[in-house]
Each structure stands twice: as structure tokens, then as C-alpha cells.
């Protein structure tokens, strides 16, 4: 009986557990718990999906992100907010810990409130700029929305994002539709490699502040045109993940599934929902995580797994097995038409860089496989894996393995080298003469002496 209601619990616990690989705990910091009400549709989809949701005021003294070293939440996520600082227990170095401890965060930005200090001291670590007074409008007078932004301008309708370069994964694409992205501060972004953007602003667009810019707009713009993020993403080293949202609007119920029009365009329905799931799945992962779950590697038609030691010249196979995390599940992982998986074989540098080819899966993993000749040097050498792509968690695997050099009696004998003909050639020739003087010399008669009679006088 209790084992029956063991496995009731179990499964219980497995249906309502969060669809997250990272956990299901999430943290919303806002003005006031009332004001979720405005986002009532987004958080409903995400109790749906198993999130364990707190709401917490950034004055509240009961806001800890850590107890005795551990983190209190899996996931931050800030709404816009009054508050300019958001107090000692949401610190620019508390929030790089919270990253650090592998602790995801979406921040979301409206222009109708001004950014809270610590979220620009910590974007600012992150390599991104905001606008010096954190309330600047993203204004478009020709991609803006006639409907609801007739005059300011300040409602954007974008078509829906495209991947940034091929052979990506195309999570946020959902093509033929748009978006609207109301009252959005703009961001730019710095050459780091963890940072990737997701939809930048139209070519027609700038940064405006109507407090200080009513008159007219100052030449000295922050940024403009494609300068301009809307939406970025960062992962870092760890593989933790920063969210930046320019426009929060676009989490509200009214912004969901609304009418928009574009100048002398027909309105249409935004795909903002579909969007935002994209989006928060995304960033609280649900999507985009990649596991390896086993490596092997032996010797060529040998049933001997991962031995420590190789010899040079030696024929190698080498499989890795690994899973992507999507729909709640993990899943065989497919790579994205025109990437490639590739494995190393290096000393210092890469003796070796071959493709991994998938050869099977199975019900939650693919595996891939290649063969390779281990090169003529002896040393320690790495079996590599590293593979990096914008919106995949990072592959890193290194097996550590000894390559020997060739033994005194794993040589090639002579007479199969066919180069040592002549030298052998040669030591038979001489062999063949000797044997052949010295059977002549011993079996040949000697010449006889001629004897005569003895003179007498």
C-alpha cells in the first residue's frame, strides 16, 4: 500500500513539476503585488507550465536570493518598477552571484518608468548601454502603429524576428506574422560572443526622450537604426542566462492578442503570446538545453571501453552520446542543417578535427560517431568536444589519454618494406658469395707438388 502510494506521489510530482531543466522556483520583483493583475494571462501561462511563482516588492526585508550559499530561486524576473535603487538585497554584485550560481534572469524595461540603477550597473557588466537617463523611447515614424500610437509614434509593429545567421536553432521565428512593441528603451550591445540579439530595431528608428528632446531631437543620439536591440540574450560561460526585454508592455494581457496597423497597411493580430512563450521558455530553460550523457572510445573492432593508453598509428572509433532538453522532455538532438558537430584530437593544438556523424537514436538521445588513425606522436592527447552556438547550452567533454610509441617488436619486419629491397638484396648477395668461396675453397683439391729424383754426382 505504501509502495502504491510512493508511485502515486511520484507521478504526481513528475505532472506538476515545471517544464524548466533548471528548476521551477521564479521570482518576480514589482512596485506592488497588485500590479501583476496587468500581466494575469503570462503568469497564468506559466503556473500552466509548473513555475512556483513569488512576488516580492524590491523594499520587501524578506528578499533574499541566497540562504547559508544556496540560491532561494531558479529564475529572476524584474518588472518595471518606481523604485530607483533596488535596495541591498538586489545589488549589482548580488545579481552577478545570483548569474554566477547558475541562476537565470529576464529584465524587462518600459519607457514610462525610468531603470532601476542596479539593473543598469549590471547590464553595464554585461556589456550593455542604456541611455544616460533610462527613460528614452524607441520612436519609428514610418513601422509604428496607427491604431494606438497615432501621434507619439512610440508603438512599434515589427515583423517577426529571423534567425541572425544560418545554421541556428530557429526558436523565435514565427513567420508571416508581427509584433507590436510599445513605449521600448533601447539598448546597444558590445563585441562579446555571449551576446546575441534577437530583434533590433528598423533602420528608421532612434532613441528619443520627450522630456528633454520635446522640441526637437538632439544630434548627439544614443543610437539609432540597427544600433538599436529591442530584445537581447546572454549566456554565459556557465551557461546561465540574461534576458533583456526592452519593452515589458509586451507581457501585458492587452498586448497579448491586440489589432495593429502599420501606415497604409490592413490591421492584423500581433503574435506577441506565441512570442513571449518563445521568449520566457527560452530564458528560464525550457528550450535550448543540451546534455551529454555518455562518451566512448576504444580501439577500432575491440570491445575494450575507454582505455587509458593508445599507441601511435592506432585505428580509433569514438562515439558521444547527447540529448536535447524541449517539451517538458529530453529528446534525441538533432544539429541545425549546415552546422556540424566536430571532434578534436589535440596535444596543444588539434592533431585531428573530423566530423561527428549521427549514426543512431534512441527514444532520448542521439549518438554520434567517427573514426580516426592517431597520428605518428607519442604524448598526451585530449579526445575534444567543444561546441558552442548562440541559444544552445555549451558541449564541453575532454578525455585525457596516453598515445605511446610503437614497441621494438611492433615494428614491420624488413621484408615487408618493400624500400629495404636493396639493402636486403645486397646482404643476400654477399651471404650467396660467402657461402659459395668458402664451399669452392674447402671442397677444391689442392694442387700437387711435383717431386723429382735426387741428382747424384
Do not use: C
Amino acid at each position: 500500500m505504501r509502495s502504491l502510494l510512493g508511485l502515486v506521489l511520484f507521478l504526481f510530482a513528475a505532472l506538476v513539476s515545471a517544464a524548466s531543466s533548471a528548476g521551477s522556483r521564479l521570482l518576480v520583483v514589482l512596485d506592488n503585488v497588485e500590479d501583476k493583475n496587468a500581466y494575469s494571462r503570462f503568469f497564468a501561462d506559466l503556473t500552466e507550465r509548473g513555475y512556483d511563482i513569488t512576488y516580492e516588492s524590491a523594499k520587501s526585508e524578506a528578499l533574499h536570493l541566497f540562504n547559508l550559499g544556496q540560491r532561494n530561486y531558479d529564475h529572476l524576473l524584474f518588472l518595471p518598477t518606481k523604485i530607483k535603487g533596488l535596495g541591498p538585497n538586489l545589488t549589482p554584485k548580488v545579481l552577478l552571484d545570483f548569474l554566477n550560481a547558475d541562476g537565470n534572469i529576464l529584465v524587462t524595461m518600459s519607457s514610462t518608468h525610468a531603470v532601476p540603477s542596479s539593473l543598469v550597473a549590471l547590464l553595464s557588466e554585461l556589456d550593455i548601454a542604456l541611455p544616460a537617463e533610462r527613460t528614452a523611447s524607441v520612436v519609428d515614424h514610418f513601422y509604428y502603429d496607427t491604431v494606438s500610437a497615432a501621434e507619439s509614434h512610440d508603438v512599434l509593429v515589427l515583423d517577426t524576428p529571423r534567425n541572425v545567421r544560418p545554421a541556428l536553432k530557429n526558436y523565435f521565428e514565427i513567420p508571416g506574422s508581427v509584433l507590436s512593441v510599445p513605449h521600448a528603451i533601447g539598448h546597444t550591445l558590445g563585441p562579446g560572443p555571449l551576446l546575441t540579439p534577437i530583434i533590433r530595431a528598423p533602420a528608421t528608428a532612434y532613441s528619443y526622450n520627450p522630456k528633454e528632446e520635446a522640441e526637437a531631437v538632439d544630434e548627439d543620439l544614443f543610437a539609432a537604426g540597427q544600433q538599436l536591440a529591442l530584445v537581447s540574450v546572454l549566456q554565459a560561460r556557465n551557461s546561465a542566462r540574461v534576458t533583456i526585454l526592452g519593452a515589458a508592455e509586451m507581457l501585458q494581457d492587452k498586448w497579448l492578442e491586440t489589432k495593429v496597423s502599420r501606415p497604409a497597411e490592413k490591421a492584423q493580430y500581433t503574435a506577441n503570446r506565441e512570442f513571449i512563450t518563445s521568449l520566457s521558455a527560452w530564458a528560464f530553460q525550457e528550450l535550448g538545453v543540451l546534455r551529454i550523457n555518455s562518451v566512448e572510445h576504444k580501439l577500432k573492432d575491440t570491445d575494450e571501453l575507454n582505455p587509458s593508453i593508445y599507441r601511435v598509428k592506432n585505428e580509433v572509433s569514438y562515439a558521444i552520446s547527447i540529448s536535447e532538453y524541449a517539451d517538458g522532455g529530453w529528446m534525441p538532438f538533432r544539429v541545425p542543417e549546415g552546422d556540424s558537430l566536430q571532434l578534436e584530437f589535440s596535444m596543444l593544438s588539434p592533431f585531428h578535427r573530423v566530423d561527428l556523424k549521427p549514426t543512431s537514436e534512441t527514444q532520448h538521445a542521439t549518438i554520434f560517431t567517427t573514426n580516426l588513425t592517431l597520428p605518428d606522436q607519442h604524448g598526451i592527447f585530449n579526445f575534444k568536444v567543444n561546441y558552442k552556438r548562440p541559444f544552445l547550452t555549451y558541449l564541453e567533454s575532454k578525455e585525457t589519454v596516453s598515445v605511446r610509441h610503437m614497441a621494438h617488436d611492433e615494428w614491420p619486419r624488413s621484408y615487408v618494406i618493400t624500400g629495404a629491397y636493396p639493402w636486403l638484396s645486397g646482404i643476400g648477395a654477399t651471404i650467396v658469395g660467402f657461402v659459395a668461396f668458402s664451399a669452392l675453397w674447402m671442397y677444391s683439391q689442392p694442387v700437387k707438388k711435383t717431386t723429382g729424383t735426387k741428382k747424384t754426382q
